[in-house]
């Protein structure tokens, strides 16, 4: 009788640590998905860019390099320093072309929604 009450306590010791466990493993994974990492980018000469999402595309921001683009979710870009631009992306990376300077983000990607228009047919 003894051996049958532990085995009943084991049993329901168990299945209430494995219900607590779910439990817990769901709140930690919406609290995981709430919380995104920061996205950073580095250029072709290694400096480091600070990417902010936003509705209307992404803030790049690069204290190194002294840089500052608004990329837009229509393949647009604009830049205090360099004036306004187009973006665009493929398997090798993210281009940003002004008129008289270029960035190259190679092999990266820029977590915009609805940027497929903007992709490079090669």
């Known amino acids: 009788m003894k051996k049958l009450i532990s085995l009943f306590t084991l049993v329901m010791l168990s299945s209430f640590s494995l219900s607590a466990f ?6 930690v994974s919406e609290e995981t998905a709430e919380e995104k990492p920061p996205v950073e980018l580095f250029d072709t000469y290694r400096n480091l ?11 790049l921001k690069s204290e ?3 840089e500052l683009m608004f990329i ?4 647009d ?8 631009g187009k973006w665009k992306y493929s398997d090798a990376g993210i281009m ?12 990266q990607k ?7 228009k903007c992709k490079m047919n090669l």
């Open 22 to 27: 779910a439990q817990n493993k769901e709140t």
């Open 49 to 59: 860019y600070h990417v902010q999402i936003n509705e209307h595309g992404a803030i």
């Open 64 to 66: 190194e390099a002294d």
């Open 72 to 75: 837009g979710k229509d393949c």
């Open 77 to 84: 870009v604009s830049s205090p320093k360099h004036g306004k």
């Open 96 to 107: 940003v072309q002004f008129l008289e300077r270029r960035f190259i983000f190679g092999r």
């Open 110 to 116: 820029l977590p915009i929604p609805n940027s497929g």
